[in-house]
């Protein structure tokens, strides 16, 4: 019972019946036994009770130095993010195994605390089954250049990445944009032969998207052995943000033949799709479909496409009116997508009806205020321009500056507006 409630939604009971079994003296807990009672305290976040716990154990001279039970702790400790104690149990474990060091590295990781789990991570006198753990670290903070040097040494060291290794890697250069080293990738998968299909297709296609090499990006879904949802959502997204809308659109037809069926992704990525390439009567017949074909109920991300699908068309009232009957009518984001387009537009009223809309729904949103100024400035009025951008500096809102990353030598430079190039080798 103790272990099933440990699992459970409930685990404190888990706890109660460990209280229960002590206090009545019956059954004396075993080493089997404190394992479970200390990941229900760490389930439901009961540093106390885990630390009495703990306290207990010592006291028991056969389980204190049991190597299950000290991961268990050190596993505790480390999700309750109590660090220091984690730390101190690992050092001073007679015997060390890779679970050890493991249960230490995952609560760091899972915290995103990438460089302290880098550091752990070095100290591993085994690290062949940790890369993928610390690569996940470094990818959650946003770190992708250290996700490429790790794979590096993960080859200089002689051992032979998975696919979910690699999968890792592709994600870092797609969101990197680097094509050359994705390339690379791709041609080390092919001399290894590692068969392209399903999560890694998916990797390489959105790779090749993201990076701006769609033929390739098309290529690969076309050749790969077998294409789960994920791998379809990948090329059309792809084709859809690299301006193929139409092409898109097709493929997103061809899923149901194939024997896939669209999910919610899908029916943004098509969405999106018709709004990018114009394709008005294509995005109705993809959103009837999706509500009544598939009886799907639309997001805030779906509505999000239709208003700028409208908006792209030139249909700004319809936008607005369409925008009013829907259930998240109230989203700031989808006042945002409209208003936007009323700056590409350059359609003033309806720019400042749809900022004081946005200032009703969120008086500290000053996304309103950049694009009304904007707006103004299109339209040559710069002395209301100035006003606005002056209202904001006084309620101290700024404008955050532009970051741009761009490839060359293999070497990732990352820059801002108005600085010079920085490689993120320099900036780690």
Known sequence: MIRAYASSSNPENSLLIFCQ?????????????????????????????????????????????????????????????????????????????????????????????????????????????????IMSGHAHVGQFNEVLVLFENILSQGVQPDKYTLVKVLSACAHLGALSQGEWIHAYIDKNGISIKGFLATALVDMYSKCGDIIKAVNVFNNSLTKDVSTWNSVIGGLSINGYGEHAVSIFHEMPPDGCQPTEVTFINGLSACSHAGLLFDGLEIFNLMIHGYEIQPTTEHYGCMVDMLSRCGLLEEAKEFLGIVPMRDSPALWQSLLASCVNHGNVELARCVAEKLLNLDAHDNAGDVQLSNVYASKGKWKTAANVRRNMREQGIRKEPGCSMIEMDRIVYEFLAGEGLVSEQELM
Request: charged share 20%; aromatic share 12%.
């Open 21 to 133: 079994t002590l206090a009545e003296g019956t059954v004396i807990p075993d080493k089997y036994t404190y394992p479970f009672v200390i990941k229900a305290c760490s389930a439901f976040g009961g540093l106390k009770e885990g630390q009495q716990v703990h306290g207990h154990v010592v006291k028991r001279a056969s389980i204190r130095n049991d190597v299950c039970v000290q991961n268990t702790l050190i596993s505790m400790y480390g999700n309750l993010g109590y660090f220091a104690h984690a730390r101190y149990l690992l050092d001073r474990m007679p015997q060390r195994v890779v679970v050890s060091w493991n249960a230490l590295l995952s609560a760091f990781v899972g915290r995103g605390l990438a460089e302290e789990a880098r550091r752990v991570f070095d100290e591993m006198p085994q690290k062949d089954v940790f890369w993928n753990a």
